[in-house]
């Protein structure tokens, strides 16, 4: 294991310093740790979003603290869900009187911490809702498993419901433009090559030279099937296919693409995928209206990408075009 | 000997000792269907209890112990088993109350851990969760005659159902993701849950 | 070698491709290939600005390109200065009658390329100023070597020569501005792992499990000395140190630390980097005014990371400041 | 048998084939010391100068063969041999003028090459570029009594002109920025140059 780092169970500590750093229109709150916030949160009036989870996702979810989205993120280590002391420390911190929306990914480890948490404020007299991203078409069989994942599709419904918060929305409005971003996101993911999770020192699973995982997740699991090595169109195709049947998205749909690399994974590979998503989707009369391409929803040092797609309705796309400034998504201000 | 406050630190205290000595293995059980940090988590936990139960009043009833334990649990592990841990040891601490010591109540108290872990985590018998560990050591304890003997035949109990995780398609967790691949592999919560138990034995 | 590629022949075809469908604010010029231009050029009376280079360091230049920053990218094979005739076309597309800055990174092949370009545009009546980038300090005895080379420093000219162009300067005071960046400018970077060019299909060199190379370039070559891998501390230490002794930095200074990502490196290491970077600069007493984070000057899939500082005064902090907005860079608009 | 365009066009085809059959050889050394382009660089060029033939005048003279040689390296190649061959080619293509043959200005030919190189890339004798091979190409040219033997001698000069880089430190072009490790590797473009210089004896 080759990485840029201290001692291993100083990552996020050292990256969370870091953050604060180079972004000082972020402020963490060091006790409990770690919650990095807007330094003009609260709002007063203004819905507040809290998102969270493990560390290891980055930008995903501090570099999307700022104007138009997050008030707060809460990391928790690596791959593992903060514990309900810091949710609840995020949540008092930005609440500006209009209630907190906390935006967690399906996981039963964050669906828990952030339940709890949640109920904590709510003793507190703060009027909290709860929006469970599950955008994740890898996970068969929902009904009989823990539930499809959240993941690049995290992005989308932070930035959107960001928006709605800022232009002076309800906690109610919010959230219900969350779940609506939600059931209109589908992604896939695959990967490379494993990831290597500081402390473990060795790669999360094991990946010859010639093969590749589709389906995995962003936390080092596994995926839904192991197959030989293949070029990227193909691949492609291999994640499109499954995300198009499954809303479904049909010809005449406008959506938002984004082509997201899993952490090291280089631009320029993040680009031929594009490519090729672009065209099967421009074969099926599916309109790309809204692009996003780069490393937002990484799982560590893994290679490999992820594609999302979002159906998209002129509500959406004003809500995806308004100003946002943080430290990984930043436009119109 | 009863199962009083001093039994209850010694349980814990080895319990705190075993995780730090098993915890590479319960973490490569994660590695193989989760994400490879249950081993982590439980160690980060159980420390944290560890310190902290010196500062307990010397007078702790076992459910002053339990309850420290289940809030440090809450907020030092994250993941799914820190909540789920800790929800058993609060709901134990209840089941618990104000008793001297645990031998009249230890069957309920087991129940009780378990039925909160089914409560927060919905998992049913054979979804290949600590739950599948938890449920026949209820059951195994229930039919003892005596709290010695209870807890000794929970740990077996356990231990049998974290082996007999392992044929099993998971249906929670992060391993349900994995459809057949979960195959032949423990589920890490089941074996961590049967380390607690014999450690209640052992202690 | 695994890539999420086609045919290795095709990979900056495919991904000019995919930046052209990303990004419809780009046009892309197809003959020859690959020049990748604002839509909006050739704008009347502006100084316009191209650069570009061997492919492999995206988003350098095609993600630089837009409002503010540059007009055109011409993008050659990987790690191959591109050949005079699409530096030609960029120049001849994107001039506005106000001249051409070619911002140029010093290797031989880029250095002589553009000066053919430059001196070919001349004779079609285009008036042409070149400055070339040579910001690495790991390049020692520059008088007795092909000099220093350009590297993470270059986006720092373009970005801040490209808001004197956008505000209206003149050829000369956009040239001016562009060398006195380049000439308070230092950099130096470090590899984890070697990168692999797709059609060679094996790593630049080799690297151990426990080596690292100090001193490296952006094109996979072998750097200034190989040292055992160490903490991120320690390789922050040992890339900062000849930085500010180079220019020098000194007690008081204000300055722009960039920390940049390889290609590979997932950004919450690159946050462990700044965090001790920014650490040791205050205890010097220089004064972290403006920060940049992220991988944007990148060489293919190596693992590793560069710092640069670039000694800031009021009218380059107004220009960084600058609205920019082009696919890797987005502020202000 | 005389240097005519006949002659040129084979020797041109001929180093063609070979770079084509040595390109990952020549890409090898560049590895080792560059950037690991350079037989991807030159096969790229001399690929498209063979297509371009083809279309070439039949009544074509040996300075318009080399022009053509030029102008297609320079837009073809890039990196530093682009415009460093491409020069040589040009120049070589003025002191041919319209010579039927080139016999009688075969050496000034070869030298304007070899200038050509210098003027753009500025390297001297010892920097470890293809000045290396050029230069005593010339001078060992430059003695010979005919065309033919002139040839043969350049090309020896140059493969050991070549050969001579490996002690070497490099001053100019990529391999400068290694220092000291750049000793013990032949240098790319010196290799690449022996190999043009070997292809014309063979014609
Ligand atoms: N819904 C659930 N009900 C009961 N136990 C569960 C459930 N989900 C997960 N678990 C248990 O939690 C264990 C994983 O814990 P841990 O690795 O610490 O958390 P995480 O999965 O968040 O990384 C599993 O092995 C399983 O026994
Ligand atoms: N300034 C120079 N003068 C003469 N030859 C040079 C100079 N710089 C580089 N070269 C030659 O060019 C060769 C490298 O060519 P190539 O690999 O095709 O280009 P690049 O270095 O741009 O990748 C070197 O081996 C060397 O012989
Ligand atoms: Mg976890
Ligand atoms: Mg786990
Ligand atoms: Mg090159
Ligand atoms: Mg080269």
Redesign the interface.
């Known amino acids: 294991m080759k990485k840029l780092i201290n001692d291993p169970s100083k990552v996020v500590d050292e990256a969370v310093a870091g953050i604060a750093a180079a972004h000082p229109e972020l402020r963490v709150i060091e006790d409990p740790p770690y919650v990095i916030a807007r330094r003009d949160a609260p709002r007063p009036g203004r819905v507040a979003l809290v998102s969270g989870g493990g560390s290891g996702h980055e930008p995903l979810h501090g570099g999307f603290v700022g104007h138009g989205m997050l008030d707060a993120a809460v990391p928790g280590p690596v791959f593992t869900s903060p514990t309900p002391d810091p949710i609840l420390a995020a949540t008092k911190a930005v609440d500006g009187g209009a209630g907190v929306l906390h935006i967690v990914k399906n996981y039963t480890g964050d669906v828990l911490n952030f339940e709890t948490a949640a109920e904590l404020a709510l003793a507190e007299g703060i009027e909290v809702e709860s929006v469970v991203v599950d955008d994740d078409v890898a996970v068969k069989d929902s009904l009989y498993t823990a539930g499809r994942r959240g993941v690049a599709g995290t992005l989308l419904v932070e930035k959107i419901a960001g928006a709605a918060a800022e232009r002076g929305d309800s906690l109610a409005e919010v959230a219900a433009i969350a779940r609506r971003v939600n059931a209109q996101v589908r992604s896939m993911g695959m990967a490379l090559t494993p990831c290597t999770v500081p402390h473990a020192g060795e790669p999360s699973f094991d990946l010859a030279e010639d093969e590749i995982e589709i389906g995995i997740g962003i936390h080092g699991e596994p995926g839904r099937e192991r197959i030989a090595m293949e070029p990227a169109d193909g691949i492609v195709d291999r994640l499109l296919a499954p995300i198009v049947e499954d809303l479904p998205f049909a010809s005449g749909d406008r959506v938002l693409l984004f082509v997201n690399g899993m952490g090291s994974t280089p631009l320029v590979e993040l680009y031929v995928v594009f490519r090729r998503a672009a065209e099967v989707l421009a074969a099926q009369g599916i309109e790309v209206a809204r692009t996003l391409v780069g490393s937002y929803v990484t799982s560590l040092d893994m290679q490999g990408c992820s594609i999302t797609l979002l159906r998209l309705d002129d509500a959406l796309v004003e809500l995806w075009d308004a100003p946002v400034q943080t430290p990984a998504l930043r436009w119109g201000r | 000997m009863s199962l009083d406050a001093d039994w209850t630190r010694r349980w814990i205290v080895l319990v705190a000792d075993r995780i730090a000595e098993r915890k590479a293995e319960l973490?490569h059980l994660d590695?193989d269907?989760?994400?490879?940090?249950h081993g982590?988590?439980l160690d980060?936990g159980f420390s944290a209890v560890r310190a902290r139960l010196d500062d307990l009043d010397a007078a702790a009833t076992p459910g002053a112990i339990l309850k420290l334990v289940a809030t440090t649990l809450?907020?030092?592990?994250?993941?799914?088993?820190?909540?789920?841990y800790g929800t058993a040891f609060l709901r134990a601490s209840t089941a618990a109350g104000d008793a001297e010591t645990l031998d009249d109540v230890l069957v309920d108290v087991l129940r009780a851990a378990r039925d909160g872990i089914v409560a927060?985590?919905k998992a049913e018998a054979g979804d290949k969760t600590m739950v599948d560990a938890w449920s026949p050591a209820v059951e195994a304890a229930a039919a003892a005659t005596d709290a010695r003997s209870a807890l000794e035949a929970a740990a077996t109990a356990a231990e049998a159902g974290a082996a007999a995780t392992e044929p099993l398609v998971?249906?929670?967790?992060?391993a349900?993701?994995?459809?057949e691949?979960a195959i032949g592999h423990r589920d890490p919560g089941s074996e961590s849950t049967a380390l607690i138990l014999r450690a209640a034995a052992d202690a």
């Open positions: 973490t590695r269907i989760g994400d490879g940090d982590e988590n980060r809450i907020s030092t592990v994250g993941g799914a088993s820190g909540p789920l927060r985590g998971a249906r929670k967790g992060r349900s993701y994995l459809g691949r």
